[in-house]
């Protein structure tokens, strides 16, 4: 019988325990054997996820991580390991060989399309003319002004590295730019002002496409429309990292720009890439993130229409794991762009369970 037995890293973050959730109901409903290991550094959060072993280990930038991880594949006889958070996947792939060499499968991006930097993601879209926001990368005072003069106002200020809209701020003026600037050297966020960029201002539709390949081959891809963040007061952006509303919709333009993404950051696209598409007032779109990694809630919308359609097709994590074993061949599962159904909208909110509903159809299902 086949072995089945996951390594789950990060599984206490939201995304971590969304991914266990859909890999136990897609082995539920493929009535497989399933073992999931998960770990995290937090010792909180790893009670969440629903696993049959919890270890835990240090942070990702922690000397002994790859150590531990590969520790605990020998122990637990790990088959597959899945990193969920992309500073953990990062560091797995930079030590791929490791990994394989101990006889372990991973389905993992090349490490250069993991986590770039928004100067490298900005400018491997301009070589392959996908739209960008223009862009100015500051090096001195000088360049806030001409940046204001190039672009025009509003502009969108944001660091160069790290995820969750980190250090993004709407400016209006060179002072508001140069004031946040400012701030975050003295509280010590950024080192520089090369760690910035000021971008055009996009305020239109804020959207998600994700895409899952193999060896360069497209297996399915979906896009949605985030229509409302949680706890939005609370942020100076209104951005609070991951959507409490988002919708479905199939628009060729989008799923077009979206491939046109994946494959500028990556000639041959490997494993599972989010990509986040800004449209500005009059409906242009831009690209301002391509990563390969997932965003938090793929893996709750595969679950979430798997189990409305009790079909393990929309599972794209369970997918993911099966042509990660090899248990699945890329032919067999064919190419699937716009995956799940238009219009379907999903509603979530802390402590108020999770909501899918068909509202063409006026039907709605009870998810979590
Ligand atoms: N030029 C822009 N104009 C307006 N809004 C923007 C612009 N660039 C990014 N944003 C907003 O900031 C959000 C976060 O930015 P983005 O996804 O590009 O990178 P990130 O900081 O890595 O975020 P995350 O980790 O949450 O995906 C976007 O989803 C979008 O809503
Ligand atoms: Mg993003």
Redesign the pocket.
């Known amino acids: 019988m086949q072995s089945n037995r996951v390594l789950l890293t990060g599984s206490g973050g939201i995304g971590g325990v969304n991914f266990a959730r859909a890999l136990n109901f897609g082995a539920k409903l493929n009535k497989l054997d399933l073992f999931i290991l998960g770990t995290d550094f937090n010792d909180y959060y790893i009670k969440l996820p629903k696993l049959d072993a919890a270890e835990k280990t240090p942070r990702h930038s922690d000397p002994y991580f790859v150590g531990r991880l590969k520790e605990l594949i020998r122990k637990y006889k790990i088959d597959f390991v899945h990193p969920n958070p992309s500073s953990e996947a990062k560091v797995v792939a930079e030590h791929l060989l490791e990994f394989k060499r101990l006889g372990t499968k991973t389905f993992l991006p090349k490490v250069e399309s993991i986590s770039p930097s928004?100067e490298f993601i900005w400018k491997c879209m301009r070589d392959h003319d996908v739209p960008v926001?223009d862009?100015y990368f500051l090096s001195n005072h000088e360049d806030i002004k001409a940046a204001f003069k190039m672009m025009g106002t509003p502009?969108?200020i944001?660091?160069k590295e790290?995820?969750?809209?980190?250090l993004?701020l709407?400016v209006a003026s060179p002072k508001e730019a140069e004031l946040w600037i400012s701030l975050n050297l003295i509280q010590g966020r950024v080192r520089s002002m090369k760690d910035f960029v000021l971008?055009?201002?996009?305020?239109g539709r804020?959207i998600?496409f994700d895409s899952l390949w193999f060896d360069g081959k497209l297996i399915s891809s979906s896009t949605r429309v985030?229509l409302e963040y949680p706890m939005k007061h609370i942020s100076l952006?209104g951005?609070t990292?991951?959507p409490s509303v988002a919708r479905i919709i199939h628009e060729e333009k989008l799923t077009k720009l979206g491939i046109e993404s994946v494959k500028a950051l990556d000639r041959k696209p490997h494993g599972f890439y989010?990509t986040?598409i800004?449209e500005d007032d009059s409906g242009n779109s831009?690209i301002?993130?391509v990563?390969g990694k997932w965003?938090t809630t793929a893996s709750l919308w595969g679950y979430a229409l798997a189990k409305v359609r009790q079909d393990n097709s929309f599972n794209i994590a369970f997918t993911y794991l099966q042509l990660g074993l090899g248990q699945k061949s890329p032919k067999e599962y064919g190419t699937h762009q716009d995956l799940y159904p238009e219009g379907f909208t999903m509603i979530r909110q802390m402590d108020s369970g999770v909501v899918l509903s068909d509202q063409e159809n006026r039907r709605s299902w009870q998810i979590l």
């Open positions: 928004k926001p862009a502009l969108w944001r660091a790290g995820a969750g809209a980190r993004s709407k971008q055009e201002y996009f305020g804020d998600a985030r952006t951005l990292g991951t989010s986040d800004k831009a301002t993130e990563d965003h």
